[in-house]
């Protein structure tokens, strides 16, 4: 059951801003206040016109609702290798930007786990919206000093209003074998696919009650193709879906005239109109809601949205503002955590100072100690000093005295050098010349032939003429080879 008095639920759609609040009882709630808004007649900032409906119905500005329309998100079923929730959680973040063509930082998405498709794999429905879309929303109702709660999707509201609804109109309707909702707005409609009670499937169509209550005919015959295509579409990516049982129409479809029957003449399965309430008390707003200029939207996600705000799974808050949220929630405990916390810090207080002392005390007790042993230890200390210096002659093999005594005893007569370069990691450069080109690469092979020297290589050679007379010149680089 639902702990809180009243439920407040809001939506900026493309064309109205919808506002509704739902007093909770166990009765299943009761619409006290009804505001529709059409986006076209505000002549002052939407923020300004939303603050201003809000006063007007008198209502709460706290953990207020909002729901971004199907029209504006993208859905895709997909079938994931677990069933693991948290493993399901970790795919989506992984899979998610195969999904959409926007990075990541772009987007926020949330997912519905369906049901286990077959042994091991689960069926998940993934909603990705844009991240700007949400931003605006929460941003615009911000300033009319309203504080979010939940982004949820207008198609669960949709499903939750069907679920009452369904309750009084057609006792057991939502759990029969295989039902179509269409939910008809102002300018798109929602197919919403319920199999075996759960919503398992859901479509955006761009054809609305303003384009079907037109003077234009033809608006019907595409809305029909558009079913068409959809119904095929559903039936391809769910297993049992080939038979749907019955279309149930809401929103506006009531106010469309003969929309059931045609419907049903051309698809070939029953389709019924369903009021717009169903058990939810919406008297003391329904005069309101009956007006002419009302009869192009529809109500569905506002008022389940409204009355079953908990059934809502999808959650499309942005993450900062979860976090906002978590943060908020923790600064009230704070009053209390901190008496709390001052209580431990005195007493940490008193044990650090008694902990203080005992421990400047063994101090004082291992100066003295080590006053008694510091002649010992500098004496030992001038030891490894001359143990150090011996080991650093023996171990001088490696010197650059070394290096030129190996250079010397490989090098030929016809060979001498114009410069010779040891550098660090004991890289030798060797640079000189040599009556000819033969004598330098014998030279080299000398090199390679020794245990003194790796990776000879020559990295230039030349052949100059000077004073009548060729010679050749060289430069060679080698490692000089360790122990």
């Known amino acids: 059951m639902n702990l809180r008095k009243t439920v407040v639920v809001v939506e900026i759609g493309n064309d109205w801003i919808k506002i509704a609040q739902n007093n909770v009882s166990l009765s299943g709630g009761c619409i006290t206040g009804l505001k529709f808004i059409k986006l076209a007649q505000i002549k002052e900032p939407v923020s300004f016109a939303i603050a201003k409906a809000f006063e007007g119905l008198k209502l709460q500005k706290k953990s207020v609702i909002t729901y ?30 195969k999904q959409t063509p926007y990075s990541k930082e772009e987007i926020v998405y949330a997912h519905k786990i369906l049901d286990i498709a077959r042994e091991g794999y689960s069926r998940v429905m993934l909603i990705i919206a844009k991240r700007n879309i949400i931003s605006e929303r929460i941003e615009t109702l911000h300033k009319a000093g309203i ?38 707005d102002s300018n798109c409609s929602d197919f919403i696919a319920i199999h075996g009670g759960k919503m398992v499937f859901t479509r955006n169509i761009f054809i609305g009650a303003n384009h079907l209550l037109s003077e234009d005919t033809g608006w019907k015959d595409r809305f029909v193709d558009e079913l068409k295509r959809t119904i095929e579409r559903y039936r391809n990516e769910e297993k049992g879906a080939e038979n749907i049982n019955k279309i149930f129409l809401s929103g506006a479809a009531k106010n469309i005239n003969n929309l ?38 529809s109500t569905s996600a506002l008022f389940g949205l409204a009355t079953a705000p908990e059934k809502a799974e999808i959650d499309l808050t942005p993450g900062e503002i979860r976090i906002r949220q978590i943060m908020e929630a923790k600064r ?120 003194y020297f790796e990776n000879v290589k020559t990295t230039y050679t030349t052949t100059k003429k000077e004073k009548d007379k060729e010679c050749a010149e060289f430069e060679i680089t080698c490692m000089c080879q360790k122990g």
């Open 332 to 451: 009230k405990d704070l009053t209390v955590t901190g008496i709390l916390l001052t209580s431990i810090v005195m007493v940490a207080s008193f044990l650090f100072l008694t902990n203080i002392y005992y421990k400047n005390a063994y101090l004082a007790q291992l100066k003295s100690r080590i006053a008694g042993i510091r002649e010992s230890a500098e004496s030992v200390a001038r030891m490894r000093m001359v143990v150090n210096a011996v080991k650093s002659r023996l171990d001088a093999k490696d010197s650059s005295i070394n290096i030129l005594a190996h250079v010397y005893e490989l090098t030929p007569e016809e060979i001498y050098f114009t410069t010779i370069t040891v550098e660090s990691k004991q890289k030798v450069i060797l640079r000189g010349r040599a009556p000819a080109m033969s004598d330098v690469f014998k030279f080299l092979t000398q090199l390679e032939n020794s245990r």
């Open 260 to 297: 059931d029957a045609v419907l049903s003449a051309q698809l070939g399965i029953p389709a019924e109109n369903m009021g717009a309430s169903g058990n939810i008390d919406t008297k003391k707003c329904a005069a309101y809601q009956r007006e002419d200029g009302h009869k192009f939207i």
């Open 68 to 97: 971004i329309p199907r029209n504006l998100v993208n859905a895709r079923i997909l079938e994931l290798p677990s069933t693991d929730r948290a493993e399901i959680k970790n795919i989506i973040n992984l899979q998610v930007n």
């Open 147 to 184: 504080e979010v709660e939940k982004v949820a999707l207008s198609s669960e509201g949709v499903y939750n209003w069907f679920n009452i609804a369904a309750a009084l109109s057609e006792p057991g309707a939502q759990n029969s074998q295989n039902i179509v909702l269409i939910d008809i």
